[in-house]
């Protein structure tokens, strides 16, 4: 196992009981560790040309900032209902249990960007599926998707079927 999937602490029963948490402050606060990790989705992109970059709020902020600021191009943030001050496209969702809505400004994209979208996580892969089609509303392609950790077991991949996925630690 690598020194990043060790590093990802399990919180046991949060948010709610029976949940298995992949806590990521662990890697985060180690200088080393969080660099890696950032170097080695960019190591996973090498050859894509990238316009943007999207990332869905909030942690995958923490890793699509980065990204976007090593290939030198824009960050993109798709924030929750409401968050953002100009005009926005939007997009509602299903969760495990309800659903949300995401938004991006309609201008943050340009008609045929190549666009990467990046988040901590790939779980059922409810929230990306919801971001792709924001991307999509402003006409960009998607180039890739990149995560951190994927839980498997949830089978997010396949409801992004046809997407170029990227992670860097399964569980």
Not at 71 to 82: N, T
Request: charged share 25%.
């Amino acid at each position: 196992m690598s020194d990043l999937a060790k590093a990802i602490r399990d919180v046991p029963d949060f948010p709610r009981p029976g949940i298995l948490f992949k806590d990521i402050t662990t890697v985060l606060r180690d200088g080393a560790l969080f660099a890696q990790a950032i170097d080695e989705m960019l190591a996973r992109l090498s050859g894509k040309k990238i316009d943007a970059v999207v990332a869905m709020e909030s942690r995958g902020f923490i890793f699509g900032a980065p990204i976007a600021h090593r290939l030198g191009v824009g960050f993109v943030p798709v924030r929750k209902l409401g968050k953002l001050p100009a005009e926005t496209v939007s997009v509602e969702y299903d969760l495990e249990y309800g659903s949300a809505t995401l938004e991006m400004h309609t201008d943050a994209i340009k008609p045929g960007a190549s666009v990467l979208i990046v988040d901590d996580l790939l779980a059922t892969g409810g929230t990306v599926a919801g971001t792709i089609e924001l991307v999509q509303k402003c006409g960009g392609t998607i180039v890739g998707l990149a995560f951190f950790i994927e839980l498997t077991q949830l089978r997010g991949r396949d409801r992004l079927a046809g997407h170029d996925i990227t992670t860097l630690v399964s569980f």
